[in-house]
């Protein structure tokens, strides 16, 4: 009968600690104390050069994790976003390599394509009513499909526009403080996780997401276009897959069609251990970027150790489970 | 059942309840929504423990810890809902959990399962396939497996909530059937039902419940409709105020012929400017879904709305909102509130939009202000805007609805069950509300299923029963006994 709804929860101060910054304080304490434990046990781990290397390897994953952090705090998720990331990187390719373009052409090649991709995958989703798991894994599919058609299945080679370098691997910064060499690509990834939080926290769509994710039928009984904002969060998830797609194959100074497989997993999971709920409606892009760099920070630190390479798939696998079972515990104490 | 009592929360749910049940008959269970009969049979069935009180089966006194105790002692309930796991076969439903055995018990044994069902529906006189999945069956037969499955516990005693809900004449006609041979095999049924008709064909003694209490058992043969309906109804108006006014004449919405699949039928209507339009009938009569339909939550078959005299195409909440209808659901925590978000952001929700610079960004500093005059305005009670909406009290989280819809600047309001989970004190204030905004000219549609919420709210009653409109009342001169006598009329006639 009525007895559920007739609990009657006082009104309680908002807390300073609440689950989210909880849990934000608990992955960044994770963090912290996997450096200092590799730095003391791993020789050589600490090395400034170390350190640009786990940044480096952060940036693509950090940055993929920003883009399906939007989604799943919307209640969906996006299984694309790896393959997505490498169509984009293909794309650039083309413009730049195949069709000679300038370099701005290129990069707004890929943001496009990359919107465009979330936007048609939104599309499905909102209006053919697919479930976000199974329209995401067919857009996946089609994605890497696509990424080999486009590519001829071989690699792009950016050899003609070597200004292409500036977007990861280059330093910028050293120009402006000489010594310090810090890769564009970790400042792009912190560029694309500020906008995305400011986004996130201060825009409509924001908001927008946060409802959705937290009680849709709600939200479309107040008047709330639900299926426009699905769409457009998807295509700005797609459009930070192309971001990813840039730096990716800026590292490597080439577009690979191959690759891009697994990169969607690594990119939940950054999500996940930074407290973002599969659930929906809970989420922060801070959380996703330490969660980033708490994987990057253990392969590296495995690595620097001479822990085996299969085994350190394996603790990955336990962190991601530890991390949820934190963040269930924590939320049964509030 | 003697003497049983049980609180929930802020509501004493049943006082000293007495109940007795015979072997071989059939008695129904009657009483207006929130009567407390789903409660005693909980209770019965072990889901909910009773404060205090007695029950004895076969006059020995037991207690019910859980659902399996009651199902141990021969006692079981088909629910409104049935539970049967449709890919799986009728005799694989009756027995899950306890399937027979073979091969060292790592094989269940297909063959003697399907006899042993066979052998059950045989006892019970009908004629289904063990072996037919039970997704593929019409209701009426998934229930008559449910039924299967209950005996198959040797029960006893069977309780059965509303059990023709979903079933047309024969299919009822057959249930009947198999009521009576279970009947005359000794088993005792417990009936819960609204439907009159029902109730005189098989029932051998009734009991009216009302407001947690037992009122009467009374034999079903030389009782008549009128005296069971006041029983029902019972109380004289505890407090007789009834609307003032009758609203204006200036007509703000009009619904045409509005039809529904099952659940609309045919619905016309009108809602003048300033009133007050009262929505009675019975659980399941149409009235939520007239609602949802108006609002463009779900599709209509056919029919018109027209708003302020004009022909509107509503084809979702959003157009809805647009024309300055607003719905606010009974179930707020689904339907209402973003209940994780704060109070600021469910009271302007509908508003977003007009709360950004260039269609972009958000104005915080506009949104709290504006938040925070509705809160007051509405005395909403919360430390801050800032609060989670789910941590406030249900007439409350019912305020911040009714400030969502008023900053929207809706004037055409929907409410459904505006005080289901509301306690008393609360309630009194929503009424105010209401009775505040239809004096500002707003146009209300109150939906309810308490009677004293209806009559003291409404300047018109509607009263529907099976998606129809059974009829239209003055909420000045209008009745309980009016009412329900409208709310019960159609049932059975027009299945």
Redesign the interface.
């Known amino acids: 009968?009525?007895?559920t709804?007739?609990?009657?929860?006082?009104?309680?101060?908002?807390g300073f600690f609440t689950i989210a910054t909880m849990q934000k304080a608990v992955a960044f304490v994770v963090l912290v104390a996997l450096l200092i434990f590799f730095s003391v046990f791993a020789a050589n781990f600490a090395a400034w050069n170390n350190m640009v290397n786990i940044m480096q390897a952060t940036a693509v994953n950090g940055v993929l994790g920003v883009a399906v952090t939007l989604v799943i705090i919307s209640g969906g998720i996006d299984l694309a976003v790896g393959t997505m990331m490498t169509l984009t990187a293909v794309m650039a390719g083309i413009v730049l390599t195949n069709l000679g373009m300038p370099l701005p052409l290129g990069i707004a090649g890929a943001l496009l394509s990359g919107a465009a991709m979330g936007g048609f995958s939104g599309a499905i989703i909102a209006k053919l009513r697919i479930p976000p798991f199974i329209a995401t894994l067919g857009m996946m599919q089609i994605a890497r499909g696509l990424a080999l058609v486009f590519s001829g299945a071989k690699p792009i080679y950016f050899n003609d526009t070597p200004s292409y370098q500036y977007i990861s691997p280059e330093s910028s910064i050293t120009s402006l403080i000489p010594g310090l060499e810090i890769p564009n690509g970790v400042f792009v990834m912190f560029g694309v996780a500020i906008i995305a939080s400011i986004i996130l926290n201060?825009?409509?769509?924001?908001?927008?997401i946060?409802?959705l994710g937290?009680?849709e039928?709600?939200?479309?009984?107040?008047?709330?276009?639900v299926n426009f904002w699905k769409i457009v969060t998807y295509a700005l998830s797609g459009m930070i897959c192309g971001v990813a797609g840039l730096l990716v194959s800026s590292r490597l100074n080439s577009a690979q069609p191959a690759l891009g497989l697994g990169y969607e997993l690594d990119a939940i999971a950054a999500a996940v251990i930074g407290g973002t709920s599969l659930a929906g409606?809970?989420g922060t892009v801070l959380g996703t970027i330490i969660g980033a760099f708490i994987m990057s920070v253990l392969t590296n630190g495995l690595r620097v150790m001479g822990v085996q390479e299969e085994w350190k798939i394996v603790v990955t696998g336990v962190i991601i489970i530890i991390a949820v079972y934190v963040d269930i515990a924590l939320r049964k104490k509030m | 059942m003697r003497a049983i009592e049980k609180r929930?929360?802020?509501?004493h749910?049943l006082r000293s309840v007495r109940f007795d049940l015979r072997a071989g008959e059939v008695h129904a269970l009657m009483g207006e929504n929130?009567a407390?009969k789903?409660?005693l049979m909980k209770i019965l069935t072990g889901v909910y423990h009773p404060d205090s009180g007695e029950i004895f089966v076969d006059g020995k006194q037991v207690t019910i810890p859980g659902p399996k105790a009651a199902q141990d002692l021969g006692i079981s309930i088909i629910h409104q809902e049935l539970y049967l796991m449709n890919h799986l076969t009728a005799a694989q439903n009756i027995y899950i959990g306890r399937e027979p055995r073979k091969g060292f018990g790592l094989f269940v044994d297909e063959a003697k399962m399907n006899a042993d069902a066979a052998a059950l529906f045989k006892r019970m006189n009908i004629r289904i396939d063990p072996s037919e999945e039970v997704g593929n069956m019409t209701v009426a037969r998934q229930q008559l497996v449910e039924i299967a499955k209950a005996l198959s516990f040797n029960s006893r005693v069977l309780v059965m909530d509303e059990p023709t809900s979903a079933l047309n004449e024969t299919e009822v006609e057959h249930l009947f059937a198999v009521i009576q041979d279970l009947k005359a095999n000794g088993v005792g049924i417990v009936y819960i039902t609204h439907k009159m008709d029902e109730v005189k064909r098989i029932a051998d003694r009734i009991t009216v419940m009302r407001d947690g209490q037992t009122i009467d058992t009374v034999p079903a043969e030389g009782t008549s409709m009128a005296r069971i309906i006041s029983l029902m109804v019972g109380r004289e108006l505890a407090d007789a105020t009834r609307a003032e006014g009758t609203g204006t004449e200036t007509e703000m919405l009009r619904v045409a012929g509005l039809n529904r699949g099952k659940a609309v039928k045919d619905v016309s209507f009108t809602l003048r400017k300033g009133e007050i339009l009262g929505f009675a009938g019975l659980m399941g009569a149409g009235r939520t879904e007239v609602a949802r339909a108006i609002?463009g939550?779900d599709p209509i078959d056919s029919g018109e709305i027209h708003v302020r005299g004009k022909r509107a195409m509503i084809k979702?909440?959003?157009d809805?909102?647009?024309l300055g209808l607003a719905?606010l659901?009974e179930d707020r925590?689904?339907?209402?509130?973003?209940?994780?978000?704060s109070v600021r952001?469910n009271v302007t929700?509908?508003s977003?939009?007009r709360f950004?610079s260039g269609?972009?960004?958000?104005k915080?500093a506009a949104l709290r202000k504006t938040s925070k005059e509705y809160v007051d305005l509405l005395k909403v009670?919360?430390?801050?805007v800032?609060?989670?909406t789910?941590?406030?009290?249900?007439g409350?989280q019912q305020k911040v609805v009714i400030a969502?819809w008023l900053l929207?600047d809706c004037d055409i309001l929907f409410f459904d069950e505006p005080t289901?989970?509301i306690?008393v004190g609360a309630k009194a204030e929503i009424y105010k509300l209401l009775q505040g905004l239809a004096a500002q000219g707003k146009s209300i549609v109150v939906i309810s299923s308490e009677m004293p919420e209806i009559l003291r709210l409404s300047h018109r009653i509607i009263v529907m029963c099976e998606g129809r409109i059974t009829g239209e009342l003055d909420g000045k001169t209008a009745t309980q006994e009016s009412i329900m006598t409208l709310a019960a009329q159609g049932w059975g006639k027009a299945a």
């Open positions: 009968m009525t007895d709804a007739l609990t009657h929860a006082q009104p309680e101060k908002p201060r825009s409509l769509l924001g908001r927008y946060f409802a937290s009680n039928e709600a939200a479309r009984l107040s008047g709330v276009n409606g809970r | 929930f929360p802020g509501v749910a929130g407390g789903s409660t609002f939550a979702s909440p959003k809805a909102v647009t719905y659901s925590k689904h339907f209402g509130l973003v209940t994780p978000m952001d929700m509908a977003w939009q950004t269609r972009m960004w958000m915080d009670k919360t430390p801050t800032d609060q989670e789910r941590l406030l009290s249900g409350n969502k929207r289901r989970g306690d």
